[in-house]
């Protein structure tokens, strides 16, 4: 990731955040400042979604890892769509406990390479 990466990773994050707060309690933030480029829940499984993840991923081949919980059903579905696409049977998938957080389900996460 370089300093021209960073307007974009901020906007993943606060997309990331945002889809959390249905299953983490709340929103992200005490004024509950939300980010307004997630997909509508009418513009879902109309290949948007899948269409960012390749480019984004294409303009940055290597290691991914993204971490998602099992509650969250459409991006459990999602993201092991995303990793059977892109990187075939080459992907993992993992539970670890979320940092300083015991009182939340661990987050799965799944990994994969691109060339």
Do not use: C
């Amino acid at each position: 990731m370089n300093a021209a990466d960073r307007p974009i990773v901020e906007r993943l994050w606060l997309m990331f955040r945002h889809d959390m707060a249905e299953f983490q309690g709340g929103p992200p933030s005490p004024d509950a400042t939300y980010h307004s480029d997630r997909l509508r829940p009418d513009q879902r499984r109309a290949g948007i979604g899948m269409g960012v993840v390749r480019e984004v991923i294409s303009r940055h081949p290597g290691p991914w890892k993204v971490a998602f919980q099992d509650s969250n059903a459409a991006a459990v579905a999602f993201w092991r769509r995303v990793a059977a696409e892109i990187a075939g049977d080459s992907w993992t998938e993992e539970r670890r406990p979320v940092p300083d957080r015991p009182d939340i389900p661990p987050d799965v996460w799944i990994s994969f390479t691109t060339a």
